[in-house]
């Protein structure tokens, strides 16, 4: 990176940690702390909502995605807009008008206070070993692309996050998340607009996706109904429409989002700017990734984006062997490169394209067999056996090939997205142990100073355990699957206690508490015996939640009344 | 019953909106599904 770089990156953390905590003064009473006083516009809740959900590792994740696998990941978000609408009915006016802090609050009012205990609880729980995740994943990759040591980036990450959520609350997390996701446009649409202009002169933005389509990585709708693949229109339409419902409906960060919104209607009009939004802006993140992928069709990739792991292969006892694929590599990629040429000179030139397009088609195929090689090369040789380089193709590509300032504009946008992902979870991860325990079991009856006290400590224990969690994540592998893995025990399972509080007037306490323990079992179950993807797990969870809490609340003698709305 | 009168007034008033989104959502993907076959060779 160059002076600019560090200049716009500096710059930038300074901004957002100066205009966090000029929001003190709006947090000094409970209610502005943690609900920012109920008085945000839909248009900062939307944006917020949005930028909690774009993390670093999604950001990253899904352009390095683009560029290995194409454009199957666009069916993840199929089912979000429907569980927008599913929540504007239910969850918004239920949450809103129970006039609640947290969303598991609500289910004391509807069971009692162990279910609102137990599922607040597995949030914590999940949320805090996951936010530590978040941190770790952007700050491996900034560590290795930016030459700095990884507890330098976690730190730089976690602790300017944490200051400026510890100070100013929510407010500072909503109004600095506006500006992050400003930052993530303008940064996107400038990266977008340079990968154009670096194709070679003659090369179009159709021929661009002629060249991409003939490999197949502009396949976006996969009709195919199979339990076993990740990425489909189904497990999109159904099983995302669940996570996207736990996600949005059961998750303290999300919830907490559009409690913070003037009116029912302000926060319904929050959760549908993302119903409108989300697909065409996560097409476009996965359109840049095609893009570089075009781009590296002219110019050449590393066989290997991992830059450290690659030289210390090198260096290694098999670094001569590994040179040799290297130079293999480099060749396969120059018969492509000619392949790409006579296949676009065939397109363009208004010939039948058949043949160049299968030549092309088949050295392509030949280049990944090698990249392929090459990472396995480096599994076997590091001993690392997860190792996977996706997540580097996007940092190491805006290095490589951006100009001076926009290097340093594109690393502030991957700190935006990963910042403002860990503030709301560290924000709601403080008010979930703040409103649900401290308040609730300890001191219920201290003033609103002291709770904003215990609010701000909370949120800097979460910051200092996230960290430090992120520190030992580092080692555990793929954090995409670990970030995965976290989320889909527990959502699945806590959306089915909602369904039971909000759509099931029979159910009892004794059945929502532990018809949640059997659905997280069951889910533990599916994940260790079977091959089922991991979306569906959500659908188990929520199912077996529902179905066994309905039973064992059917053993529940009581007639006491149901509070069906608080 | 002011207050539920209300709420049912709001309610009824956002049901246009979700059905835009429900077809927006259609469209969106049929749109995706055409994109794909048109590069898809």
Partial sequence: MRFLDWAVVVAYLIY?????????????????????????????????????????????????????????????????????????????????????????????????????????????????????????????????????????????????????????????????????????????????????????MDVSFGDALSLAGSTGRLTTVDTRFDLNETYTLWSGLIGGLFLMLAYFGCDQSQVQRYLTAKSVDEGRTSLLMSAFVKIPMQFFILLIGVMVFVFYQFERPPMIFHRVEAERVERGARGEDFGALNGEYERAHEARRQAAENYLGAVNGGGDPTETRAAYVAADGKFNELRGRGVAFVKEASGNRSFNDVNYVFPTFILQNMPAGVVGLMIAAIFAAAMSSVAAELNALATASVIDFYRRHFKPDATDEHYVMAGRAATGFWGLFACVVALYATSLGSLIEVVNKFGSFFYGSLLGVFVLAVAVPRARARGAFWGLLFGIVSVWIASRFTQIAFLWFNVIGCLVVVAVGYLLSLTVRDDAAIVQEA | MIDQADDDRSDRRWRPVYVTVVVYTALVIVALWLFSRAFTF
């Avoid at chain 1, 993390?55 to 979000?80: E, K, N, P, W």
């Avoid at chain 1, 289910?107 to 914590?124: C, H, N, V």
């Fill in chain 1, 16 to 200: 957002v940690i100066v205009d966090g905590v000029r929001m003190t003064k709006h947090s000094k009473k409970v209610e502005g702390y943690f609900l920012a006083n109920r008085s945000l516009p839909w248009w900062a809740v939307g944006l917020s909502v949005m930028a909690t959900q774009l993390s670093a590792i999604t950001l990253v994740g899904t352009t390095g995605q683009g560029y290995a696998d194409g454009m199957r990941f666009i069916q993840f978000y199929f089912g979000l807009p429907l569980a927008m609408v599913i929540l504007c009915v239910t969850a918004v006016p239920f949450f809103y008008r129970a006039k609640v802090f947290t969303a598991y609050e609500y289910l004391e009012k509807r069971f009692d206070a162990k279910t609102r205990s137990l599922t607040s609880f597995f949030f914590l729980l999940s949320r805090g070993l996951s936010c530590g995740v978040i941190i770790a994943a952007p700050s491996v990759i900034l560590s290795i692309v930016l030459g700095l040591s990884e507890p330098a980036t976690i730190f730089a990450m976690g602790l300017s996050t944490t200051i400026y959520t510890m100070i100013g609350g929510v407010q500072a997390v909503t109004w600095t998340d506006v500006k992050q996701m400003v930052v993530i446009f303008i940064g996107l649409s400038v990266c977008m607009f340079i990968i154009l202009s670096k194709f070679p």
